[in-house]
């Protein structure tokens, strides 16, 4: 299932997609994150059972995203650092 939300005062856009079945894989949560971001999407929620990865873009330059939560071996902060590194060679 997926969320979105738009938030009209700051222009942002909120996506949470709620995983069901077996633990995705980072390859798996990346395919869901991309097109949210590309979408506009500023705070990304990924979520399986109880376990959850969230990211938030800070500001307005490259290399602003920040992660915390886990799903299987994959964190969130692993993940805004991937972000980064593809925000910055572009």
Do not use: C
């Not at 894989?25 to 059972?49: E, L």
């Not at 799903?71 to 060679?89: F, H, P, T, V």
């Amino acid at each position: 299932m997926i969320n979105s939300y738009f938030n009209s005062g700051t222009n942002t856009a909120t996506i949470e997609h709620n995983f069901t079945g077996r633990k995705p894989s980072k390859t798996q949560i990346m395919a869901k994150i991309k097109p949210a971001i590309k979408s506009g999407a500023r705070s990304i929620s990924i979520i399986w059972g109880e376990n959850w990865l969230e990211l938030d873009h800070l500001g307005g330059h490259l290399g602003s995203w920040a992660g915390a939560g886990w799903i299987r071996d994959i964190s969130g902060d692993d993940i805004a650092q991937l972000l980064n590194e593809q925000e910055k060679r572009g």
